[in-house]
């Protein structure tokens, strides 16, 4: 299947999951919500899988001729660039716009309400689904048709941004609503940075982003 056709049929996948698939599976006879959205989740995931199965084998089988120590300092090392790039942005955020605090913890917000209703949806959210299946969709497979490096870490990051905006307080003042979306750009750079400079091997790049993930995750089970 074309690289193209192929990028465009699972977007149009992920897309209608996420308009019509909670009301279609309530209309299944399928009432729990969080069940709902597992199914969701899942289902687009498997495919995800499905569809660019042979490039995640392909990475796979190049990680483990590499060298185990080589991988896991580079791992660590994107790590503490991505923590202190993130670190850096909100404490800028804080000093310059402390209204934006509300603004720009909407998505960890909805994590904490998602977490005190399903402990286990929460870790297959944050580690499972975030890592595996948008990886493949905000990264592989738009490595597959755009060759260009910072063209491509660019749009990733891009159209990572706009599909996951939603968590902005819309009543926000538009500076302030532009600058949230800036915040939200800016670390997705190194996550897709992180990829690249790592051969383009999305097995690496999920491993980073569990670790990521991992953490705030620990804090909610420790508070």
């Known amino acids: 299947m074309n690289n193209i056709k192929r990028f465009v049929i699972m977007m149009v996948i992920y897309l209608f999951l996420s308009c019509f698939g909670q009301s279609i599976l309530f209309s299944l006879g399928i009432g729990d919500d969080l069940l709902r959205m597992f199914i969701i989740d899942l289902l687009f995931m498997i495919t995800a899988i499905y569809m660019y199965k042979t490039e995640i084998k392909k990475d796979l089988k190049k990680l483990k001729k590499q060298k185990f120590s080589v991988v896991i300092k580079s791992i660590i090392k994107w790590l503490v660039i991505i923590f202190v790039f993130c670190a850096i942005i909100n404490i800028v955020t804080y000093i310059i716009f402390p209204e934006l605090e509300s603004t720009t913890d909407g998505n ?20 499972i689904y975030a890592a595996i299946a948008e990886d493949i969709l905000y990264k592989l497979s738009l490595r597959t048709i755009i060759n260009n490096k910072f063209l491509f870490i660019v749009t990733s990051a891009l159209l990572y941004t706009i ?14 609503l532009v600058y949230a979306i800036f915040c939200r750009f800016i670390p997705e750079i190194s996550f897709v940075s992180a990829y690249v400079k790592n051969n383009d091997n999305i097995i690496i790049s999920m491993v980073i982003k569990i670790i990521y993930n991992l953490i705030p995750l620990l804090i909610l089970f420790l508070v």
């Open 163 to 176: 599909l996951n905006y939603i968590f902005i307080d819309y009543n926000a003042y538009n500076y302030v």
């Open 108 to 127: 960890n917000a909805a994590i904490e309400v998602l977490f005190n209703k399903s402990k286990l949806y929460v870790i297959f959210k944050t580690l």
